[in-house]
């Protein structure tokens, strides 16, 4: 037999062996094969949905964290506007009592000042008709100090100064 006209028994020989690994293949290997390359396209699919999955829910964190970011720039912006508004009552408040203690010490000062002016004032006197006495007495040469007109000149003399001051 040649090349080209094969034995009988070898082609049903070779044909049995091919319908027995083909039967091989097609009932053990190709279903594991299939299976395999499912759970890969499941994994490649599936990962894609659970990355969006997971992209959409990091928008939604991030929405939401800045919403309480903005509300919480919002609040923090109504305590600084509630803080200056109560710094600045209180300084005017201070203020107004600074001023009310300062016109309080002023006007003590003042009658403080009037009272010590007349103090002063009726001491001066008293020692300006000693000292015009004494002098007068050294003029004339003799004392003066027990003339009840003395007192009656001086009461004149700074009656008209006071009158003379107004």
């Given at each position: ?154 009461d004149e003399f700074f009656g008209e100064l006071d009158t003379a001051r107004v």
């Amino acid at each position: 037999m040649g090349p080209l006209t094969p034995d009988g028994t070898e082609i049903v020989v070779g044909l049995v062996c091919f319908f027995l690994v083909f039967g091989v293949l097609g009932k053990i290997l190709l279903p594991r094969i299939e299976r395999t390359l499912a759970a890969r396209q499941d994994a490649t699919e599936g990962g894609m949905v659970r990355a969006e999955e997971a992209r959409a829910e990091a928008e939604r964190i991030y929405r939401e964290f800045q919403a309480e970011l903005s509300t919480a720039r919002h609040e923090a912006a109504e305590i600084r506007q509630a803080a200056a508004e109560e710094g600045a009552a209180l300084l005017a408040q201070l203020r107004a009592e600074g001023l009310e203690q300062r016109d309080r010490a002023v006007a003590e000062a003042k009658v403080q000042l009037e009272a010590d002016r007349v103090l002063v004032e009726a001491e001066l006197r008293a020692d300006l008709v000693r000292l015009a006495t004494d002098l007068a007495g050294r003029v004339v040469g003799e004392s003066l100090d027990g003339l009840p007109r003395i007192q009656a000149i001086a009461d004149e003399f700074f009656g008209e100064l006071d009158t003379a001051r107004v």
